[in-house]
């Protein structure tokens, strides 16, 4: 873990919300079952750990058109903080320079009051 967040960008919840009033994509990619029992936040995407890659691959066919720019900031949150680190790296090794996730996750940010709202459930 030490080593993957040594190549990434680590954002305390504050800064993350900062860097998203300024352009960066907020990837939440937590499941189904803790946004609709926790809430999500305002304007991130949503993209499971278990689609990831092929979502943000530019190259790939399933890719997602909204990160299509490699030089897109993109900040990953999970629950906690663990696994954002390492689907940080993937982003990185996917060429995406600007990758980073956010220390502590979904549950840090709801700890220090940043905008939450309930799931609208997705298209």
Known sequence: ??????????????????????????????????????GVIPGALHIPLSVLPWRCDPDSEYADGRLADLDLQL????????????????????GFRRAGDVVGGYRAWVSVGLPVEAESGEP
């Open 1 to 38: 873990m030490a080593q993957a967040r040594e190549r990434i960008d680590r954002f305390i919840p504050s800064e993350a919300h900062a860097a998203a009033g300024e352009g960066a994509m907020i990837v939440d990619s937590r499941c189904a079952e803790d946004r609709t029992q926790e």
């Open 75 to 94: 900040i990953v949150i999970c629950n906690d903080g663990y696994s954002s680190s390492l689907a940080a790296l993937v982003l990185r090794d996917l």
